[in-house]
């Protein structure tokens, strides 16, 4: 059925390490992905997306990784500060004018 | 530019009442989309709008309804509210187009139903 994956409900890093979170999503025809973050009381906060005619992509301090062979998506974070401690959601659009997320994923940043 | 504005904030009901939520896009956004989040559930799709036309409607009973205006100000509707309905309410704008849907979305807090 519809949906998009995520490996682990939770993750734990140390400052400073960096952070990469995983995502799996079912759909083939996806053509566009995204990763959002929520922090507790708000809603979702775009960070970054990538577009399936690319492999990666880089902001600052993160980098999306699309491997559509394998249907999966990562999301890492360089030098993962406690600001960054949030739940991240891979999130995909198959075309049907709908966003599909996944169950999200818990990051804790260790100071 | 403002952000995406949901009124209320929060709001507690009784089985079997209606309510309605409210949605203000960013200005210039003309597709909006709503989103139930629940613990149990995560982030289901309701239904997305764009120019007064409902363009995909999420796996949701007919109890759920929406509609937006030709400012592009969205409401929810949920009537005979069951204890299953107190979820975070989520609305999301964006800058697609009418042939295109492949710009992030833009949430608002949203609004906290409690279903008592």
């Known amino acids: 059925g519809e949906s998009v994956g995520l490996h682990l409900p939770t993750l734990s890093v140390q400052e400073g390490d960096n952070s990469i979170i995983n995502c799996a999503y079912s759909n083939s025809a996806s053509d566009y992905f995204i990763w959002y973050k929520q922090e507790s009381g708000k809603g979702p906060q775009f960070i970054i997306d990538?577009?399936?005619?690319?492999d990666k992509r880089q902001g600052q301090r993160v980098t999306v990784l699309l491997n559509k062979t394998v249907k999966h998506l990562s999301l890492q974070i360089a030098a993962t500060q406690p600001g960054d401690s949030a739940v991240y959601f891979c999130?995909?659009?198959?075309?049907?004018?709908?966003?599909?997320f996944g169950a999200g994923t818990r990051l804790f940043v260790k100071a | 530019k403002a952000g995406v504005t949901q009124t209320p904030r929060y709001l507690i009901k009784t089985r079997g009442q209606q309510v309605t939520l409210s949605c203000s896009p960013i200005?210039?956004?003309?597709?909006v989309s709503w989103y139930q989040q629940t613990p149990g559930q995560g982030l289901q799709f309701l239904f997305e709008?764009?120019?007064?036309?409902?363009?995909n409607k999420g796996n949701f009973p007919g109890r759920f309804s929406g509609r937006q205006f030709s400012n592009s100000r969205s409401e929810m509707n949920v009537s005979t509210l069951e204890l299953g309905d107190s979820a975070l309410y989520l609305c999301?704008?964006?800058?697609?187009?009418?042939?295109?849907?492949?710009?992030?979305?833009?949430f608002g807090n949203g609004t906290r139903l409690t279903v008592t």
């Open positions: 999130a995909e659009n198959t075309g049907g004018f709908k966003t599909i």
């Open positions: 999301a704008s964006s800058s697609d187009t009418a042939s295109s849907y492949n710009s992030p979305l833009h």
């Open positions: 990538i577009r399936s005619n690319m």
């Open positions: 200005s210039g956004h003309r597709s």
């Open positions: 709008y764009f120019s007064e036309t409902q363009r």
